[in-house]
């Protein structure tokens, strides 16, 4: 393969893992919850004390076999260890940001924030049910959008029932809150 179609060189920069992170608005907190920051937390201790260790030591046995250049344990090791890398410091920097929000000490039960669990009715009768969480665990599939999307800017501060306008590429659109709900506070 040519080498003009392939990186060589392992001190260039590959921004592509921060590139895919949802980024946070200039001057906002990387809001998160407590569940959030412990899956974040939980998948950079993985990647430090069982992932990395693992694939040093694939790379360093790779090593000792000599010739590096065709060696597919060695070049692909040392690009999984650049991936993993990247992926520590990006964990790092965001786990340094977030700011823990516990939805269960919201005192506005009945208000849409951080946290709340929101029915609303679209203008063509569909219902859909959205959590609002952080940046980083944001996961439309399953119902959680994150805090910055436009549906969760548009539901946020209003109250069961009221009417709130979202604004899309397509037009505005009328969507009604049915009901707002929080997670109980477990004693």
């Given at each position: ?93 965001r786990l340094d940001k ?90």
């Open positions: 393969m040519n080498k003009a179609f392939v990186k060589e060189n392992d001190n260039e920069p590959d921004d592509d893992l921060e590139a895919e992170a949802s980024p946070l608005p200039a001057g906002t907190k990387n809001y998160i919850t407590r569940q959030g920051y412990q899956k974040l937390r939980d998948e950079l201790t993985h990647l430090m004390t069982t992932e990395r260790p693992d694939v040093v030591s694939v790379v360093s046995w790779a090593a000792s076999n000599g010739d590096r250049s065709e060696n597919g344990d060695y070049l692909y090791g040392k690009k999984r260890l650049r991936e993993i890398d990247r992926r520590i410091r990006f964990l790092t920097k977030a700011e823990v929000v516990d939805p269960e000490q919201q005192p506005n039960k009945d208000q849409v924030f951080f946290g709340a669990t929101v029915a609303y009715m679209d203008q063509d009768e569909q219902e859909f049910t959205v959590t609002i969480v952080g940046v980083d665990e944001a996961d439309p599939l399953q119902g959680k959008i994150s805090w910055i999307s436009p549906v969760a800017r548009a539901l946020t501060k209003a109250h069961e029932g009221d009417v709130v306008t979202l604004r899309t590429p397509a037009g505005e659109q009328e969507l009604e809150i049915l009901s707002v709900t929080y997670p109980v506070a477990q004693a």
